[in-house]
């Protein structure tokens, strides 16, 4: 039977504890010392001087009137100290489970094994063959609780909403260089504001919201033109007031190779793309170097778009869009797409896009359909090349569906030396040509700065031609602002029935957050 130490006398118990802590004391400082002696010897054998912590130990003990307990207790505090502060910055996670692949070693009949086994089977004088399995492991780890954060962060970011704002404005001042009353001149301003809306509801899953607000005067007011020389404004629907410009959830699926769009769209975010002119708020003005004329596409509407990447460097793209009527229903008028794009790495060559398209507005009759191709191409890290084309039926009916028709009236057309005709069919196609080059760092004044020169023509079965250049100068700021420096020339347009060239220099202000 165990006595209780509280029974014990109380003198004789302190004793006891004096006594053994007499002897705990003298084990640590003989330890202490033996430890201290071997770095001396192992240093001087090695021919190198004592390690500094060892000999500042020594230096400390022996000194004249230096506290051996003291000392003792000081490193012992530091060591504690230290264990603290470690334990602090780290925290055991909770078990993850990892798959690794292992190395297995297999007969005919299936029996598995760890190791090659002499190349035999035991169970039944099989050879065996090298495989792969996977399995699944639990494993603990321990990581700084900087990492935790920054995983909760990722999470709420996941479920929740981010918001955005993109501000653009835009001022251009035209000059007449020929044409009746020639030197006339004016300015011109639009702004915008658009506010982004971005959700992650489900894996795989993104859901967007763009509200804009878009105003001002652009040239096209005045100045008679195909090329429409504010983007900004090229499907603005109502002036000075607040709209949803577009609402849509998109999907991945088959392993996030099939991607799925349906909501309210701009069919130009997935069709006719280019890293070199496809982003009226950063690169060019002019909707004609934006995107192809002959595109045709609707103001935004409810619709979907469907894009397969099966990653051989192919991708098709499907989509569909309510048609130009809004009194209609949705399977009436639809306006449709169809696209492939083919990913190239070319010899001597960087990374380039290659696409052909071709839309149907309504139905898959002549004066409907337009297709055309599009290229963009790295020559190197700092120079990119793009160009476009596209071609449609002459048919007058079918600028009632493109943004050409917004300078005829009455459906009229004139030919280049002012006669009208009344006529609707004509001999040959309308086409569109354009191209360009975008220079970058080190060919730029700031290392983030990049600038351009494009030219559009536009020749139409109805007689009508217009040619314009555009070259700008992005100047990179900061983060959150961009300006930019444009220069527009439209050369012999006879848009109108006269014939007419404008010079126009802009600037743009790019604010994101």
């Known amino acids: ?26 084990l640590i400082l003989f330890q202490l010392f033996a430890f201290s002696s071997l770095l001396v010897v192992d240093s001087a054998f090695a021919g190198e001087k004592p390690s500094a912590t060892g000999e500042s130990i020594k230096t400390e003990l022996e000194s004249d009137g230096a506290d051996k307990f003291d ?25 993850e489970m990892i798959i690794k692949e292992k190395e297995i070693w297999v007969c005919e009949n299936g029996h598995e094994y760890d190791s090659r086994l002499e190349g035999v089977c035991p169970s039944d004088g099989l050879a065996l063959r090298k495989d792969f399995t996977y399995q699944r492991e639990k494993v603990f780890r321990r990581q700084t609780i900087g990492e935790q954060i920054q995983n909760a962060l990722d999470e709420r970011d996941s479920r929740g909403i981010d918001i955005g704002v993109s501000a653009t404005s835009t001022l251009q001042e035209t000059f007449k260089t020929s044409g009746a009353e020639k030197g006339v001149q ?23 919201l763009d509200i804009e607000a878009i105003g001002g005067a652009s040239p096209d007011r005045k100045i008679e033109n195909i090329s429409l020389l504010t983007s900004d404004v090229a499907r ?33 975010n997935y069709f006719d793309l280019n890293t070199v002119a496809n982003d009226e708020t950063t690169q060019f003005i ?14 935004n509407g409810a619709g979907v778009v469907a894009a397969f990447d099966p990653k051989i460097g192919l991708v098709f793209r499907a989509g569909a869009q309510r048609g130009a009527s809004v009194a209609n229903g949705l399977a009436q008028k639809v306006f449709s797409m169809l696209e492939v794009e083919y990913l190239s790495h070319l010899p001597g060559l960087q990374t380039g896009h ?26 190197t890290a700092s120079v990119a090349v793009f160009a476009r084309f596209g071609s449609r039926s002459g048919s007058d009916t079918n600028r009632q569906s493109a943004n050409i028709n917004r300078f005829y009236s009455s459906g009229n057309s004139y030919y280049s030396d002012g006669s009208r005709s009344g006529s609707n069919e004509y001999n040959r196609d309308d086409y569109f040509y354009s191209g360009g080059i975008e220079m970058r760092t080190p060919h730029t004044f700031g290392i983030r700065d990049s600038y351009a020169i494009a030219f559009l023509s536009t020749d ?23 300006t930019s420096f444009h220069l527009q020339y439209l050369a012999n347009s006879n848009v109108g029935g006269k014939d007419k060239s404008y010079l126009i220099p802009g600037l743009r202000v790019q604010l994101d957050f």
């Open 236 to 268: 603005r629907e109502v002036d000075k007031r607040v709209n949803v410009r577009e609402a849509w959830l998109r999907t991945e699926l088959l392993g996030q190779k099939l991607t799925v769009s349906a909501g309210m769209l701009d069919l130009t």
């Open 354 to 379: 290659y696409r052909a398209w071709v839309r149907f507005d309504e139905n898959a009759k002549k004066e409907n359909v337009a297709w055309g191709i599009s290229a963009d191409q790295k020559i």
């Open 286 to 299: 002019t909707d004609g170097l934006v995107n192809n004329l002959f595109l045709g596409v609707p103001s």
């Open 460 to 482: 139409l079965a109805s007689g009508v031609k217009e040619s314009l250049v555009e070259a700008y100068y992005n100047l990179f700021l900061t983060e959150n602002l961009k």
């Open 1 to 26: 039977m165990k006595k209780n130490r509280e029974t014990r006398p109380r003198g004789a118990w302190g004793l006891q504890i004096i006594k053994k802590s007499r002897a705990l004391l003298f």
């Open 186 to 208: 004016d300015l011109f301003g639009v702004g915008s504001t658009d506010l982004y809306f971005i959700g992650k509801p489900a894996l795989y899953t993104l859901f967007f």
């Open 71 to 95: 000392v003792m207790e000081n490193r012992l505090q530091e060591l504690e100290d230290q264990l603290k502060d470690l334990e602090s910055k780290t925290v055991l996670s909770e078990p």
